[in-house]
């Protein structure tokens, strides 16, 4: 039922260690792809504290072969051809929305998913889930088994919460099973004290970091030549790329676009760029491998995020540790990054004159350059790395333990 990339990596032979057994629905399986991609690199921080394996289902298209670290064992939920659920772009809720047929998978997978984690988590101290879904299924393992369990929630969990009663079930049920729930930030925290107030006693905040080449970007150049936009998004419906699309049209020649990600999107958005007559000045790149994104940044003047829904996108971290200034729709999370015109600039969510003019706006060198200090500046004094991301839980982890043994 399940397979088993190669050994993970560093910390298994210390007993010392809090063993803990991470779950999660988006991982990258090999070294092509960027599936859950801010997961993993949490895993690697962590697996420097801990004694640390990453559960997650299997893909159709993964080669173990190429697999990075710290691998993952798989749980196989359908035959391999068909196992396409889970890593996409968009993950699990792209893929129901794209194909109705997909739902036929939900079933297989959730009981996969629920017997591999009650396999795998045989010794282990702690279960670690990554969105609900896994928090739901780690917390029947941990109850059956006593074992702590730790679950954080994402975007897609806080922006589905108030779309109907079964998210808010879910989200339920996953806290009463669970001991502790984690929030990237704390907008989707006072959210989910509204939305679901059995939550509010559980609920914990500990932002995701962003690695160390980020930080090594040199500043932008500040001549007012050709102005470069950057977005970096799976293209579809919920990033609102065609928002970006349409206020590149209203800005003069000189500014330019790369989009960078894939999606059911992408052929419309590539007509609409031809409609639009800005073909030329549009490059749709395909998703790049993580080592590439520090490059892709210190490419461009500006990162562009128009998207109608996020929880704290840790795509807009690494632009600010990058010292690029952002644009971004001004909706919960990306405000609470951005603030008022402090690290970038907000702009009300589907509206192309609204970005158009944020754009036109940063065309100031004096501007991109004050706000992409700033955003630097921002990510230096709030610690936001994934080494003390790693820290914090730890902690969390060593909290809980302490719990349980004074509780029995």
Request: charged share 20%; with cysteine; net charge positive.
């Amino acid at each position: 039922m399940t397979r088993q990339h190669p050994v993970h990596g560093r910390g298994s032979d210390t007993p010392a260690r809090i063993s803990v057994l991470l779950l999660t629905t988006s991982y990258p399986l090999d070294a092509g792809s960027v599936s859950g991609i801010f997961v993993q690199r949490l895993a690697a921080a962590l697996d420097r504290h801990c004694s640390l394996r990453v559960l997650a289902p299997a893909d159709a298209t993964a080669s173990p072969a190429d697999a990075v670290a710290p691998f993952a064992t798989t749980f196989r939920y359908a035959p391999r051809g068909l196992q396409t659920l889970a890593h996409g772009a968009g993950g699990i809720p792209a893929a129901l929305g794209a194909r109705r047929a997909n739902l036929l998978l939900v079933p297989p997978f959730l009981l996969a998913m629920l017997v591999a984690c009650w396999r795998h988590s045989r010794g282990t101290q702690i279960l670690f889930a990554n969105w609900s879904i896994c928090g739901i299924a780690a917390g029947l393992a941990g109850r059956a088994r006593g074992i702590p369990v730790v679950v954080t929630l994402r975007g897609e969990d806080a922006n589905r919460v108030d779309k109907g009663r079964l998210f808010r079930t879910m989200l339920g049920l996953c806290a009463r099973l669970c001991d502790r729930v984690v929030t990237v930030s704390e907008a989707m925290a006072d959210a989910l004290r509204i939305s679901v107030p059995a939550i509010a006693d559980k609920l914990v905040t500990i932002p995701n970091g962003v690695a160390q080449d980020f930080l090594e970007v040199q500043p932008a150049r500040s001549d007012t030549g050709a102005l470069r936009l950057l977005c970096v998004a799976s293209l579809i419906p919920r990033k609102s790329v065609g928002t970006l699309i349409r206020a590149l049209a209203a800005l003069p020649g000189h500014y330019t676009l790369s989009i960078v990600g894939e999606g059911s999107e992408e052929s419309a958005l590539r007509q609409l760029a031809d409609t639009l007559g800005v073909t030329r000045r549009v490059r749709f790149l395909p998703f790049q491998p993580p080592e590439r994104l520090p490059a892709l940044l210190a490419e461009c003047d500006i990162f562009v995020l128009p998207s109608l829904a996020e929880g704290r996108p840790n795509v807009v971290l690494e632009a600010f540790a990058a010292a690029r200034p952002v644009v971004a729709s001004d909706i919960d999370g990306l405000r609470e990054l951005i603030g008022a015109d402090v690290r970038g600039l907000l702009f009300a969510r589907g509206n192309v004159e609204g970005l158009s003019d944020c754009l036109l706006r940063l065309g100031d060198p004096a501007i991109r350059t004050m706000l992409g200090e700033r955003a630097r500046q921002f990510i230096i004094d709030e610690g936001l790395t994934w080494d003390r991301a790693a820290e914090r839980y730890t902690q969390l982890f060593q909290e809980l333990l302490t719990h349980k043994r004074m509780s029995s």
